[in-house]
């Protein structure tokens, strides 16, 4: 269990720093018909992901997992309604993977402001990511693209 929290934190790691040079999230293309997938993200990602499917069973695996772990569960049930943080992260996701949605949440520096979260508390949500990902078999090449293009909201999110 502890080499694989070791991995979990060199793959955080690496991916804040492949990520931090990635450019900001595409903005719609001109026909409004697909959103545009982060840099760095396959143009089906989302399929592979299970479309919008596949995304939601895995962001409720995501807190699944995030409500086991101690050292982060009380953040989520204490500020916040827990069903709209996984509708808000699914959108969110499915943005990033090229879903045609419309994120309706607040920008990630407002909704974490006054939270403090630490980069300890930031890593265990990756690991429960990469723990979502096992639960619901979305291959690892996969998911890395995906928690590679969230990595750079580690800006945003930690405050302390």
Same mark, same amino acid.
Do not use: C
């Given at each position: 269990m502890k080499s694989l929290? +070791?991995?979990t934190q060199i793959a955080a790691s690496a991916m804040l720093l492949f990520a931090a040079a990635q450019p900001a999230l595409a903005a719609q293309d001109p026909t409004g018909s697909k959103q545009t997938t982060y840099p760095g993200i396959s143009s089906d990602a989302l399929e592979k992901? =299970?479309?919008e499917a596949g995304v939601h069973n895995w962001v409720e695996a995501l807190f699944y997992y995030i409500m086991l772990d #101690?050292?982060?569960n009380k953040i989520f049930i204490e500020?916040? #309604?827990v069903a709209r943080q996984i509708a808000l992260n699914t959108q969110l996701e499915?943005? +990033?993977l090229g879903g045609a949605v419309q994120y309706? =949440?607040?920008s990630m520096?407002?909704?974490h402001a006054d939270l403090g979260i630490t980069l300890t508390q930031f890593n265990a949500v990756v690991?429960?990511?990469y723990n979502a990902c096992e639960r619901v078999n979305t291959p690892y090449s996969v998911c890395n693209q995906l928690i590679a293009a969230l990595a750079p909201f580690e800006r945003s999110i930690v405050t302390r």
């Open positions: 929290k +070791v991995i992901f =299970g479309g #101690n050292r982060i500020h916040g #309604n499915q943005m +990033v309706e =949440g607040a520096s407002a909704a690991e429960a990511a």
